[in-house]
């Protein structure tokens, strides 16, 4: 596509020339023509799963049977593939789990941090967290008879200052999934110790994207899926991480057979498991478990420092990209651009952002919109280059200004 | 294998020739030289699978990205997969959901029958239900301020005279998972409901065995797994069914953002969806759903009643071939001989089960044990031949004959 600015075009070049991660593209089936922006959403499909797929169908499940829980390693998935996601979020063995949604794996957490602080009557979670970060937490709090309290992270301080004393779990991202804004983690983790709460981190839109040094935080629990930045498949399953601290006193709410001390003993009472595995509940879903497994060799190699630093780049480019094609064309951008509250995306705000997401889409840039007005694209240091974005806010350009979308909002019950 | 039985080789042959399920047999992928008798505890690979799962691979996640919710319909696939499900058990459309595990769709239909009998404090369940099964039943309990009491099947008309008004819900699986026993499951759900209880039936060994008539049977809740006899896969996506009458006031203890009446309004509030759809919780396991709603494709055409019967006649051969070959060698048939009492197995016991199913396996005849001595050998109508269940008998004749097997017990925390 033709450029608007020969300048933006020359130093996209030689920025993707001295990306040391630009090889790392080749891991990933990406359609040819395709500008993929949309991998904070559903990663894009790794070009080590298909062979793993046809291995765990035909000689995993069709030849071997029954017997592949033992003989190829089924059982143990769930803490091996924690394991393996845990190197990507700065934890140690042990102390990672992988199964179910995020949204069971939010309850399992919110359950065992109220236990582990009886008598505090307070979850606090943020009123723009995801939907199912409210919802469960509101779940959480009627199962267990707390009340939930929404303070967003700025005032978290003064918050806890007045009523700390009540809180037994701050539940919050490191990220705004709709402006990408990135909170201070280690701040907001140290002001919840302080308080005596535990802290609760989904990683939905950091794990993948950056470093989060879960141990050296001192973070209690964590959650996040498997299908964003991690490329695991669509509704890949989720992870749970639990500090080892916590793995003597811990309690689970769900206790299903699979967490049990002695799983095949089939005994009448429950037992938990030592360790994370306590947080196993039913028979673990091995497709999507092993396409996460072999999605995660995408980042065989690859340090989590580098990744964000190119993560940088990339948003630093395309708010430039932003500034110089589309000002005066009605986008505001929404995403800091200060680097260090910037998550691994960039969102525009605009009236017609559903029309104009559509557009793209039509083009073959993929982004997405979050209602009413966002514009969302993601980036991802493993495959997204610098001339990736400039073709991006290229087309954003032309479609804006011939009008080429259509204004009128979107249905209602549509993925958007 | 040369049989000890002409007569029961001949008796053999002309029930296969007869049998009008025979042609199913090649919707499977079953390894050659293999008899698969485990298909109770994972059904074996459909030949429909594979190329589904690399459609789902290459073209919808690979190629169609993102869009592929709307475009190749993953949003709706709980509810559709659902009901080409319900069509196996009875449940007009509308009522039958597919995601996550067992464990979790017990716990979503225990809260949900417990909220629906505010007032009543005991949730009844059987002694020897799976483990799973139990451990909810108690997790459900502690969270709802409720008292789990344990009744067999057998009983439970006593108990019900006795405090039937205290009771919530009854939660019993028509199937001993070990003995293979039956329950009358129009009987104990009859007597449920006179006592103003609600019934919960765990199908986990009845889904794709027999029909299981719930609609007609007035059932409330019911869930079960998809990789047994549905042959979904390892880990497959379980399912819960909740009775239409019930849509209207049910309530689902786990809110997650795709159970709201409006998803993608992505609403501060909780409001949950009409209709079975609000038992959604997270994102839906995509591989797992397609897998299964693939599998499922091996019951087309095909009546549950045709199910029954050729199961019961492959049941009643094999404890034939038990009477004739095992006679005198340790063996106790634990499976009623009542057909109308007897489920899709045969279970044997024998002091020395693990080491002889050990021994079978080895010489390709897969079944499996269930501790302490416990062997089960499970029936699929679908490809299971009367055949195939003379070999196992006569291998084991002749293995338990020879003292060709380890009579050592199993190592503790290893599939069996």
């Given at each position: ?6 300048a ?17 593209r ?33 000689r ?22 924690g ?58 709090a ?11 992270p ?93 793995h ?8 299903g ?28 879903p ?6 996460l ?10 340090d ?12 630093d ?78 087309l954003?350009?032309?479609t ?17």
């Amino acid at each position: 596509m033709t450029t608007a600015s020969p300048a933006l075009a020359e130093l996209a070049a030689e920025l993707d020339t001295a990306d040391p991660l630009a090889p790392i593209r080749d891991r990933f089936l990406l359609p040819d023509g395709v500008v993929y922006l949309d991998g904070n959403s559903l990663g894009p499909l790794p070009a080590a799963v298909p062979p793993t797929i046809t291995d765990v169908l035909h000689r995993q499940w069709g030849t071997d049977l029954i017997r592949s829980w033992n003989d190829n390693d089924w059982w143990d998935a769930p803490l091996r593939v924690g394991d393996a996601l845990g190197r990507l979020i700065g934890a140690a063995p042990g102390q990672t789990l992988v199964g179910d949604s995020t949204s069971i794996q939010l309850f399992t957490a919110l359950s065992a941090a109220a236990r582990l602080r009886p008598g505090r009557e307070l979850l606090v979670t943020d009123p723009g967290h995801f939907p199912t970060d409210r919802y469960l937490a509101e779940s959480a709090a009627r199962l267990h008879g707390l009340r939930v309290r929404h303070v967003r992270p700025r005032d978290l301080d003064a918050f806890l200052a007045a009523e700390g004393e009540q809180v037994a779990v701050v539940s919050y991202s490191p990220v705004d999934y709709r402006t990408g804004e990135l909170h201070d983690v280690a701040t907001l983790t140290r002001a919840a110790h302080r308080a005596g709460a535990l802290v609760l981190w989904d990683l939905c839109h950091a794990a993948g994207a950056m470093p989060v040094p879960l141990d050296e935080l001192e973070a209690d629990f964590a959650v996040g899926c498997g299908y964003k930045f991690l490329s695991g498949g669509p509704g890949a399953p989720a992870f749970l991480y639990a500090a080892r601290r916590h793995h003597d006193s811990w309690q689970t709410p769900l206790h299903g057979w699979t967490g049990h001390a002695d799983p095949f003993g089939l005994q009448r009472d429950y037992a938990p498991a030592p360790g994370i595995a306590r947080a196993r509940i039913g028979t673990p879903p091995i497709l999507g478990l092993l396409s996460l497994e072999a999605a995660l060799t995408a980042f065989d190699g690859v340090d989590m420092a580098q990744v964000r630093t190119k993560s940088l780049s990339l948003t630093d480019f395309f708010l430039r990209c932003t500034a110089e094609l589309l000002a005066d064309l009605g986008f505001e951008p929404v995403t800091p651009a200060d680097p260090a509250r910037r998550a691994s995306q960039v969102s525009l705000r605009h009236p017609h952002a559903y029309g104009l997401v559509r557009a793209l889409t039509e083009q073959q840039v993929i982004a997405d919109m979050r209602a009413p007005d966002i514009l969302r694209f993601g980036v991802n240091a493993l495959y997204t280059s610098h001339r990736d974005l400039l073709t991006a806010a290229t087309l954003l350009h032309r479609t804006t200004t011939t009008g080429a979308y259509d204004p009128t909002p979107p249905d209602a019950g549509k993925v958007t």
